[in-house]
């Protein structure tokens, strides 16, 4: 499945598609002009691993990417994909900012139902999820030397994502900063595509969506035991 080392850290975004990264690259652009002008320095986010992040899953070993992957099928077979706007450039924090991003206006809620979904899955697999409130953004650039952001117009920018996949980032100990790669993508399943056969009988599409979710916990099951099994020889 996956041949990082242990100890990567890993988290898990939607992808931005590469039609929105282009548009998003003239605000990048933008905001790097904005910040020089303003006497800082701006660094941006490549357009490689430009994402809208969900989750933020730590260190981990490649088992655990393995059941995140698995969690992130469970979640994707009942989310179809769906748009939000893009508007809105913010930094985080506001005063001394370290990062400026656009923000995803999340109207409907469908984002936020989305990494709940995500979460639930998570827990179930045995990971620690973040509480408090949340806002959707797209980190854009790093800047230092700013004690305020300047004021940036969005009007040139892509104005809306279309979330139709999540990726699974990682990175190896040692490695650069931004040097993520995508271990796992997963689409989000359209409305329309049946789950796994063409099945119209609402009793028989339950019953597939059992044994699909019993085919996921037994490969966790397995998971967990060989990462035990492995603790095990580490410590002998």
Known sequence: MSDMQIGGHAFIGVEIPRNTAMALDGLQQ?????????????????RRILTLPLDDLGVIDPPAIEAAELAMTRVARRHPPFSVPLRGITAAPEDNP?????????EGDRLLAL???????????????????????????????LERLPVIDDRGGPGVVRIRRLVLYARTPGAARTRFRSAA?????????ADVHPVDDGAARVEIE???????????????????????RRAG
């Open 115 to 145: 990494r709940d979904a995500l979460h639930t899955a998570l827990e179930r697999y045995g990971f620690p999820v973040p509480a408090g409130r949340w806002s959707p953004h797209v980190p854009l650039c790093r800047v230092d030397g």
């Open 30 to 46: 933008a905001i790097g002009k904005a910040a020089r002008a303003a006497g800082g320095d701006c660094r941006a986010i490549p």
């Open 98 to 106: 370290r990062v400026v991003r656009i923000d995803a206006r999340d």
């Open 185 to 193: 993508i997963v689409p989000l399943v359209p409305a329309h595509a």
């Open 210 to 232: 059992a044994e699909l979710d019993a085919r996921l916990d037994r490969r966790l099951k397995q998971l967990k035991t060989t990462r035990a099994r492995r603790k095990r």
